[in-house]
């Protein structure tokens, strides 16, 4: 059975927050573990701490605490930087273990920061470097003996289609292609099994359902038998084998620390890793069954309550993240009145209202209020009025 873990977020009064997909909610142990760290770590330690307060082995430990979440081996994923960056660190080493091809395949869902990062990447190897977009739903059949990385979300960031992780790495190892998967809507939101999946690498961020805080660090993982042929084009000093030697000439470490870059952002590295605290006694199977059963009762209010919006999230629970999306044409007004009245989801162009459904922190009253709320506020037409209809420079 699984418990809801409410007490051990601040949540503001009088707020549903229906965003954790996001930016998750702030745990309660983050602000003290973060005022220690930079008034005694950083403040009376000063560079000790780097060996004192264990900052330069954070990065590792942290590192496979996410390991525990995505069904991964102790030591083969590593954090820092940011997901476009762990990104482009996979996408061009998966590349370079396909020499000869010359295609990267995508979707159409992905989301657009994936597809700029790969179009950044070939347009710097050459002209005869192309990224093939199709539809989610051709990703199978245009998986061909062509392709050199298959780059997919697995969770799509607008609808919330999960791929099956399985399937499609089966089918870009049977055409000998490697398979890239990022993680993001995925990562402490269901279950997953990277070890099973056999795929080469993944990434994912932790801001989201794993409650990391804003710019927290992203993840990279890579399967331990490719390793040593697995160079990413960015390379920088804390991946190589020997940092403090300070050689002149690189040389990559022989673990998957070689995908790390440079310093690591410690501070944010603690407040990351003080939220996974929450997770340490979660079975990510009953989390995404009570999340699964959550979704279908706000989707049944929804629906009952505001036919009007459309759902655009798939009904079956195989074939869904955590979070539910409607659409309707005045998507982005609806939602800023929606969040004037407390239920706090977001706004994705051209006209989808997302509502993450998160367990840890949000129950069936939670839903049930929400919706109340949600026609409320929609059929009393307030949305209509002209302040909720300019656009903020985030949605
Ligand atoms: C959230 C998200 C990102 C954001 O990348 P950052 O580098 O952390 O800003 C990238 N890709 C996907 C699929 C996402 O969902």
């Known amino acids: 059975m699984f418990r809801n873990k409410k007490s051990d977020f601040a949540l503001p009064e009088n707020v549903i927050y229906l965003d954790g997909n996001s930016l998750g909610p702030l745990p309660k142990a983050v602000p003290s573990r973060l ?7 950083w403040g009376k330690e000063l560079i000790r701490a780097w060996n004192s307060a264990g900052w330069m082995s ?7 605490k996410i390991s525990r979440i995505v069904g991964a081996a102790d030591n083969t994923i590593t954090m820092g930087d940011t997901l476009s960056i762990k990104l482009f660190q996979a996408l061009s080493a998966g590349l370079k273990l396909r020499p000869k091809r010359r ?7 992905n989301f657009p920061s994936d597809l700029y990062v790969a179009q950044g990447l070939l347009a710097g190897l050459g002209d005869d470097y192309t990224l093939r977009v199709v539809a989610p739903e051709e990703v199978m059949d ?12 697995e969770v799509d960031y607008r609808t919330a289609r999960r791929h099956d992780m399985m399937k499609v790495t089966e089918k870009a190892h049977r055409q000998e292609a490697v398979m890239l998967w990022d993680l993001a809507h995925s990562t402490g939101a269901v279950p997953l099994s990277l ?13 989201k359902y794993l409650n990391g805080g804003p710019g927290a660090p992203a993840f990279l993982y890579a399967r331990p038998d490719i390793l040593e042929q697995a160079t990413p084009i960015l390379t920088g000093w804390l991946g190589h084998a020997a940092p403090f030697d300070f050689q002149l000439d690189y040389q990559p470490a022989n673990s998957i620390e070689r995908f790390r870059v440079g310093t690591p952002s410690v501070a944010q590295m603690t407040m990351l890793d003080t939220a996974l605290e929450i997770y340490t006694d979660v079975n990510m199977h009953d989390l995404s069954q009570e999340s699964q059963r959550l979704m279908d009762i706000f989707i049944a209010e929804i629906e009952a309550k505001i036919p009007d919006f459309r759902l655009t999230t798939p009904r079956a629970h195989e074939g869904r993240g955590s979070h539910v999306s409607f659409c309707h044409e005045a998507g982005y007004a609806i939602m800023q009145a929606v969040i004037e009245a407390g239920v706090i989801g977001d706004f994705r ?5 997302r509502f993450a459904v998160t367990p840890l922190y949000i129950g069936e009253d939670d839903l049930r209020n929400a919706a109340e709320i949600m026609k409320t506020v929609y059929d009393s037409g307030i949305w209509q009025e002209p302040r909720f209809q300019t656009r903020n420079a985030v949605t």
């Open 35 to 41: 005022q220690n760290m930079v008034q005694d770590e």
């Open 58 to 64: 954070q990065t590792g430990r942290v590192a496979n």
């Open 103 to 109: 295609v990267v395949l995508s979707d159409s869902g």
């Open 142 to 153: 245009a998986i061909d003996e062509t392709v050199a990385v298959v780059m997919l979300t």
């Open 195 to 207: 070890s099973e999946s056999n795929c080469e690498f993944a990434v994912g961020c932790t801001y």
């Open 349 to 353: 162009a051209p006209d989808i209202m």
